[in-house]
């Protein structure tokens, strides 16, 4: 397993930006896939984006296509979420995930085995 501690989150105006990071433990983290979920109050939780493990291939919800952006630092054990274009439906959790060892990107919860604590993400209109 991984410790997962997410950083980034903040209230921000319509069309404002943020970038979430995801700092993780340990000496595994470069072989594992990782995720980004949302979830808003009241909604169930939303897959958002994942990254593979070596960084090569991405995986977005279509919403945030265009406007978010995933990548990771191995090197740092670190994740990225760079948000741009925000709109008030992007308020939420956010929550990052690590995922199976050397596996591409899939948007099931099933597939992500360590979770973070969240950060709150509010766009304001």
């Known amino acids: 397993q991984v410790q997962l501690v997410e950083s980034g989150g903040g209230l921000v105006q319509a069309g404002g930006s943020l970038r979430l990071s995801c700092a993780a433990s340990g000496r595994t983290f470069s072989t594992y896939m990782m995720g980004w979920f949302r979830q808003a109050p009241g909604k169930e939780r939303e897959f958002v984006a994942a990254?593979?493990?070596?960084?090569?291939?991405?995986y977005y919800l279509d919403s945030v296509k265009g406007r978010f952006t995933i990548s990771r630092d191995n090197a740092k054990n670190t994740l990225y979420l760079q948000m741009n274009s925000l709109k008030p439906e992007d308020t939420a959790a956010y929550y990052c995930a690590a995922g199976r060892p050397y596996y591409s990107t899939s948007r099931d919860p099933d597939t992500f085995h360590s979770w973070g604590q969240g950060t709150q993400v509010t766009v304001s209109s």
């Open positions: 990254i593979g493990w070596s960084g090569s291939s991405t």
